[in-house]
């Protein structure tokens, strides 16, 4: 799976992850207003095989697959997959 990955110009640490490179509709607006100018950064091949320095690949892998999107921030808990994290419904 192809992941493009934009890191916030707003909030330092911050990265979001999109299966469909500027896809940005696929990230809710109350969710993506916060970080501000997208600056692209990496298109990466993500794979089970692969790791990433501060997310979980498998679980980016499931974000981009039933969400379009991955959001990784520091300090926060941001899994659209766990109950009542940010993506929910």
């Known amino acids: 799976m192809h992941a493009h ?4 110009r ?4 911050t ?5 469909e490179r500027d896809a940005f509709g696929l990230v809710p607006e109350s969710l993506r207003a916060p970080l501000g100018a997208l600056e692209f950064v990496l298109a990466v091949e993500l ?9 979980d690949a498998a679980v980016v ?3 981009l697959e ?3 999107y991955y ?4 300090d926060a808990v941001l899994d659209p997959l766990v109950a ?3 993506g929910d419904g």
């Open 5 to 8: 990955v934009y890191k916030s």
């Open 10 to 13: 707003r909030k330092p640490d």
């Open 15 to 19: 990265y979001l992850y999109l299966r």
């Open 47 to 55: 794979t089970p095989a692969r790791t990433l320095a501060r997310a």
């Open 61 to 63: 892998r499931a974000n």
């Open 66 to 68: 039933r969400l379009g």
């Open 71 to 74: 959001l990784q921030a520091p």
């Open 84 to 86: 009542g994290g940010v």
